[in-house]
């Protein structure tokens, strides 16, 4: 430029010459825009990729977009084309960023030697070395061939706990690797936190997942949220609920809290935490009685004609259990719950009674109802029915008989909720469902967190039943799960009792061999009687070329089972010395799980303990600065257990499936490499699968041959050796003969032709192509999005559509219309896949003697049960009784108003040192812990924390531990709004900031005001905002079906003040419990 | 271009809070416990842009029935939780742009008002004369921060980060006079359905700031959020200012030139 440009542009540049030619003579607009402003481009845009993904928490499974430039993830955020989020995040997606790329990664392997009170670096290969040598070793010194005489071929020396956060992929290559080794204590999330969903909701439909899918909710009618805070807990699901009540539906949400949730909802309906079987059963009796049940679809899709057996007894007619209870075993021997005519429970019918005995008992520990995730309990032959329903022994008057008391003055007297609000529900739910309308019900851990927890599931079930709202568009049960990949860790499960695709994990003695297995557990009809071929393909997938005829494809390599072997059990044998190595991927007991000392001091007893994180979660630092420590009851130096912790990779950081609360898989790809020494669970157990193969290679015993012969050959790729996921998916989908992908379980065999990981997967991989991965823009499909991703089984979205049909194929109603029969082209069409054979007539009879699918009738929706009905009564397949009733909780102020049995006698309860249970109802010392206490979740925090408390922008939205209170309770206790509050259990003693307010509502029982108060359960002591974690106060007291634990209701002390440090803590919680007089019999018995 | 933030179907997420800090590196300002209901940001700030208020209040929605149990004695008249998120408004009329001495606040090409990181000295008139209290200086860095409705998403056609973000679409962003007739359109069903506390603020051209660039539905009056309720365009009385400021100079130069005129004649006549 020469000096005479430069001097006019200067000149030209002159505020008060560039303003009048800009047009802008004050200098307020364009003017004065600076050039870093006119340079101003965002980084969307200047990114050298964007990678298509899927939030990492909660279960709703929002699109991301992740935006890489120079190979470093630098924005993510919603991604508009996904038909579920349509672009949005609630506050923990949109901190996926500082999640996955803030300070508190960690990028290195910690060591903490025995006794030592500091952590020291050490390689990556070095540790995973270490690990490989320890598993080798402790399952050698601890291996079982037999157990009391059984065999096991396993070791219980070893357990593992986390999945529910990690892909498909991941969950399949624990639970294979595991297995193989003879390790049976596979847990995660899913246990402590759905369980009772997958019994629940198999048991009454066949499958354990939500009937229905996120955008679906918008065409209902009315949608009544319960045992959940939807809006708050899963905010992004929320806007379907949104887009319903802006077309008119009513919003019901029955909560103790007033919530976010109640904030938005039409009615709010305050109830005392624990007694939604009340509730709900006070609506079923209300719908029997005032004839509200949708007679066409009840009397075609349900077992309501059906006839129970002469011998059964209702609670109703036995003080509050079930015929069948054997008082000092706590459990029930559930024969005589079953269908007239058919034998018991045991497919085969021609097993002999000596080794039907010892399997009764083992299933009522074994978590069993879990495996009706997908496919209901065995029956055979032909039930008797009485269309007319007047059988006193039908289905429809049984139900009838065991509701009759729930009247609304009894819901008065068990959920404090006025017979006026009561009733606005009953006619808001009954005049929303029929022909023409649906309402759908939305719930999650506060129905499932019970000891009558699968119970709560059923009673929802029972009622949506009546009232003709499943496999209905807008109708349904939603189920809201909390992790992003929950779902699929419970359909890959690495949980104790399952094997992939709800096969159960077989138990000792009773399945000596594959055919005893199939007999024991399959089921002459439905497409449960084609479970030998998913068995055999799984086994094929696992241990392939081995796996032959001649050897039952290696059934014999897979460990057994001797009753439960959940989390809770483990945390008792550790305790117990019985554990010696202990695996954490993505969980944190520590805080998370009930009983946090119990968990700890576990922990404490351990030989070595391996934590993979994203940072130093509680469980992984407990021995340095757990409470225990600082009260003394641990000291550091005395504890020998050896602590590894493996940075973990994020979702931006490998690719891999996650399957959300609606069975959608949804593949997220790798947007940059981990740093670091930061690895996929996928890389981790790959490469310690293949270090432990390599050290054991060329053994001849026995023990190794499963993990020898194990198929582990995936291939990997890039400077970290990265196994490929798509490798994985494809086995887990499953390929023929020729190794050519399968397209449907329907092709699956059971001669070794076909390998299958989960059958239930089985056509993600359809073609060779990865179906998850299919994102086809919601603004270019129908309102179903068939074509974004894929869903289990078969890509259908809702469950059970064929009920959306009447039962000559018609759509009930023009407005509620989903799939049809067209006669002519005799075949079943509409907006979404069938779930159903698409080519079966409504009128398909199926002839004497036929078996599998071709035993289902044209109106037999519920494809998976035996007798292809929906399930109002269940004949078998849960503990605990076949039609849900109302106990306590195992900890409650009140007395139980409907029977003298307070409390479920089935429940699981375990009198230990530091599982004492506080006095209910009018024991003496129950007036010591007056106060109902119930556990929730923020929308600005996650589960246990490890993904939320870490983060800054969300740590600042809820910055401390607090305890939401009522004014009346706060005034009775001397609480002030901003101050401390001591809360105390038998268990132990917490203390919170107090939060007054009026959302928490006292209810009045019996003449006696029952205050309730409320508890976030994400704080620790680490992170970037710490505090007393909730779970210090929980005790374990499980649901008998799944071990589910009870932490949504429970009772505790509330004082002003903050709680004692040191040792006088722990003299405080004995000073309380010597009060109320509580001892080790405490809260304990069935009868009780 | 602005925001209707429709605050009756807000669900208090805070979605729109993360969203604004992590697209804009917005500092995280502190760990405090309020003991204001769910609120613990407090209010905007140069470290907040969006902010969600949460208001209990013992009165029910339309349509809701009270919640409370009667029989406790505690309130029957129901319970209703406000929340609403509250952002610069980006005035018509912005008496911080006026103020600026130095060019670092401009009005946009989409009509939004935006800080100059590269041009702002802190000087911090902007400050007061907010009618809302929104722009603020940065601690340890001293200059002035507020929302810039995401000026450079803008410029490619992409939406606010906020906005993108809000789970149930309280945030809307769009072109004004479109938002205006969508929010006309709310308030009237709003209104039909019995909801006759819903109102807007922001809306009207018209008012002291010749109307908001971010407007809002509010189901009570705006001091309940916050917000205030006539707000004035501080610079409002400048051109009659700045026009008696005329007269008075005027006034004193003539009355100087004039006791000149009238002391020179003096003099001369003095010397006379």
């Known amino acids: 430029m020469s000096p005479r440009s430069a001097k006019s542009k200067l000149l030209a540049n002159w505020p008060v010459l560039h303003q009048l030619r800009h047009g802008d003579p004050f200098g307020r607009g364009i003017a004065v825009k600076s050039e870093t402003s006119a340079k101003l481009q965002p980084r969307t845009i200047t990114a050298d990729k964007v990678v298509k993904s899927v939030c990492p928490y909660c279960g709703v499974g929002c699109g991301q977009n992740v935006y890489v430039k120079n190979e470093k993830v630098v924005q993510i955020e919603g991604d508009p084309d996904s038909p579920i989020s349509r672009g949005r995040l609630c506050p923990k997606g949109s901190a996926s960023l500082e999640l996955t790329t803030g300070p508190s990664r960690r990028h290195h392997v910690m060591y903490r030697r025995p006794h030592s009170a500091e952590w020291e670096r050490l390689p990556l290969d070095q540790a995973l070395d270490m690990v490989a040598d320890r598993v080798i070793k402790t399952r050698r010194e601890h291996w079982e061939w037999e157990h009391e005489g059984k065999y096991v071929r396993r070791t219980m020396s070893i357990a593992s706990l986390g999945g529910a956060t990690l892909d498909n992929e991941e969950n399949y290559l624990i639970k294979k690797l595991w297995t193989a080794l003879g390790i049976v204590q596979v847990e995660n999330q899913a246990r402590v936190c759905h369980s009772s969903t997958v019994a629940g909701l198999g048991t009454s439909f066949g499958r354990g997942g939500a009937t229905t899918f996120m955008q679906d909710l918008q065409h209902s009618d009315c949608i009544v949220i319960e045992g959940s805070s939807f809006a708050e807990a899963h905010p992004v699901g929320f806007q379907w609920v949104m887009e319903a009540k802006a077309r008119g539906a009513t919003v019901v949400h029955v909560d103790p809290r007033f919530s976010r949730t109640s904030a938005l909802a039409d009615l709010h309906v305050p109830i005392r935490a624990g007694s939604d079987i009340a509730f709900l059963g006070g609506i079923i009796n209300y719908v029997l009685q005032n004839d509200k049940w949708f007679h066409e679809y009840v009397l075609n899709f349900t077992n309501a004609s059906h006839i129970i057996r002469e011998e059964f007894a209702d609670a109703e007619d036995l003080g509050g259990v079930f015929s069948g209870l054997d008082a000092e075993k706590g459990h029930y021997d559930t024969g005589t719950w079953q269908y007239e005519g058919m034998p018991v429970q045991s497919a085969s019918g021609n097993r002999d009674a000596q080794y039907d005995r010892p399997r009764k008992s083992s299933v009522s520990g074994s978590g069993k109802p879990e495996s009706h995730g997908s496919g209901g309990a065995g029956l055979a032959g032909e039930p008797e029915r009485d269309l007319t329903l007047r059988h006193p022994r039908c289905v429809f008057q049984i139900l009838k008989h065991h509701y009759e008391r729930y009247t609304p003055e009894m819901v008065r007297d068990i959920c404090g909720v006025e017979p006026e609000l009561f009733l606005r529900v009953c006619t808001a739910v009954t005049e929303n469902s029929g022909r023409d309308k649906t309402t759908a019900f939305a719930y999650a851990v506060g129905w499932t967190q019970h000891t009558t927890g699968a119970q709560f599931i059923r009673a929802c079930s029972v009622l949506q039943l009546l009232l003709g709202n499943i496999g209905r568009p807008g109708g349904g049960i939603q189920a809201l799960r909390g992790h992003a990949s929950i779902q699929g860790s419970t359909d890959i499960p690495t949980l104790f009792n399952l094997l992939p695709g709800y096969l159960p994990m077989p138990h000792a003695h009773e399945h000596e061999s594959l055919d005893d297995y199939v007999r024991g557990e399959g089921t002459e009809k439905g497409f449960w009687g084609s479970m030998r071929n998913y068995m055999v393909s799984l086994l094929k997938a696992w241990w392939g070329p081995a796996a032959s005829a001649d050897n039952d494809f290696c059934f014999g390599y897979l460990p057994r089972l001797t009753g439960s072997h959940s989390t809770y059990d483990t945390v008792m044998a550790q305790l117990d010395g019985k554990v010696k190595g202990y695996f954490l991927m993505g969980e944190n007991p520590a805080v998370g799980s009930a009983n946090g000392k119990m968990q700890r001091l576990g922990m404490a007893n351990l030989e070595w303990l391996v934590v993979r994180d994203f940072s130093l979660i509680e469980s992984a630092t407990w021995w340095k600065d757990s409470p225990e420590v600082a009260t003394g009851e641990l000291r550091t130096e005395d504890i020998a257990t050896e602590v590894f912790f493996f940075p973990a990779a994020s979702h931006t950081e490998k690719n891999g499936s996650f399957t959300n609360t609606n069975r959608l898989l949804q593949w997220h790809w790798e947007a940059v490499e981990p740093e670091g020494e930061a690895r996929s669970d996928l890389w981790f157990m790959y490469h310690l699968g293949r270090k432990i193969r390599q050290k054991l290679a060329g053994s001849t015993d026995p023990v190794d041959a499963p993990v020898l012969e194990l198929t582990w050959d995936y291939p990997t790729e890039g400077r970290i050796e990265e196994p490929k996921a798509q490798a994985v998916l494809a086995e887990i989908n499953g390929f023929d003969a020729d190794g050519s992908p399968l397209a449907s379980y329907q092709q699956l065999n059971d001669d070794g032709s076909t390998a299958c990981g989960c059958w239930i997967y089985c056509g993600v991989y359809a073609d060779g192509i990865n179906q998850a991965a299919r994102r086809k823009p919601d603004k270019e499909q129908d309102w179903v999005g068939a074509e974004w991703c894929w869903a289990w089984p078969a890509n259908r979205r809702e ?165 939401e209170v009522s004014p009346e309770l706060a005034a009775e206790r001397g609480l002030e709004n901003g101050g401390w509050a001591t809360i105390i259990t038998a268990r132990n003693a917490i203390e919170a900031r107090v939060l007054v307010t009026p959302r928490m509502v006292p209810v009045r029982i019996d003449g006696k005001v029952v205050h309730q108060i409320a508890l976030p359960f994400h704080w620790g002591h680490n992170g970037y905002t710490q505090g007393d974690s909730a779970n210090d106060l929980t005790s374990l007291a499980l649901d008998p079906n799944v071990h589910i634990q009870e932490v949504k209701a429970l009772t505790a002390e509330i004082r002003a003040g903050r709680r004692p440090r040191g040792p006088a803590l722990v003299e405080l919680v004995e000073q309380y419990r010597e009060r109320a007089g509580v001892t080790a019999q405490t809260g304990m018995g069935a009868l009780s | 271009m602005g925001f209707f933030t429709d605050t009756s179907v807000c669900i208090g997420c805070k979605a729109c809070e993360v969203a604004c800090k992590e697209w804009n590196h917005v500092p995280e300002d502190g760990l405090v416990f309020t003991g204001m209901s ?109 929302c810039t409705l995401c000026y450079d998403r803008l410029s490619v056609g992409t939406e606010p980060a906020c906005a993108k973000a809000c789970p149930t679409d309280s945030i809307q962003f769009g072109p004004l006079e479109e938002l205006r007739q969508r929010a006309d359109r709310r308030l009237q069903q709003m209104h039909a359905s019995g909801v006759t506390d819903a109102r807007l603020y922001g809306h009207d051209p018209n008012d002291g700031v010749g109307g908001d660039g971010a407007f809002f539905l509010l189901l009570d009056e705006p001091e309940v959020y916050g917000l205030p309720p006539d707000p004035v365009v501080t610079t409002r009385d400048l051109p009659a200012m700045w026009k008696l400021v005329g007269v008075a100079a005027v006034s004193l130069v003539s009355s100087i030139a004039a006791s000149f005129l009238a002391g020179g004649s003096y003099r001369a006549g003095a010397r006379k």
């Open chain 1, 799 to 963: 469950l059970y559509n064929r009920a959306s049909a009447d039962p000559e194929g018609k759509p009930w109603g023009y407005n509620k219309a989903l799939i049809w029969w067209d006669e002519d082209k005799a075949l079943w069409t509409g907006h979404d896949i069938p779930d159903f054979d698409a080519t079966k007539s409504p009128y398909y009879r199926p002839p004497a003697g036929a078996r599998a699918a071709e035993a289902l009738s044209g109106i037999d929706p519920f494809i998976m049960q035996a007798d292809g009905k929906g399930w109002l009564y269940v004949p078998a397949g849960l503990t605990d009784g076949p039609l849900p009733t109302h106990y306590e909780p195992q900890e409650s102020p009140v007395t139980n108003p409907l029977y003298k049995q307070q409390r479920n006698p089935v429940r699981q309860h375990f009198s230990r040192e530091h599982n004492r249970y506080n006095p209910s109802g009018d024991e003496q010392g129950a007036d010591v812990y007056p106060v109902v206490v119930t556990t929730y979740r923020l929308t600005e925090h996650f589960t246990a924390g490890g993904m939320s408390r870490w983060v800054s922008y969300l740590s600042e939205l809820q910055p401390e531990m607090f305890v």
């Open chain 2, 38 to 146: 769910y609120d613990n940001t407090q209010g905007l700030s140069a470290d907040t842009w969006r902010h969600v208020a949460f208001i209990e209040q013992r009165k029910p929605l339309a349509g809701q029935v009270p919640g409370r149990d009667e029989t406790t004695g505690a309130v029957a008249e129901g319970l209703r939780w406000l929340m609403a998120s509250d952002v610069c408004k980006h005035c018509t009329e912005a008496a911080c742009l006026d103020v600026c001495p130095t060019g670092a606040l401009f009005r946009t090409e989409f009509g939004t008002v935006v800080v100059q990181e590269d041009v702002c000295n802190g000087c911090g008139y902007c400050v007061p004369a907010c009618p809302y209290g929104v722009i603020d200086k940065r601690h340890g860095d001293g200059r002035m921060w507020k």
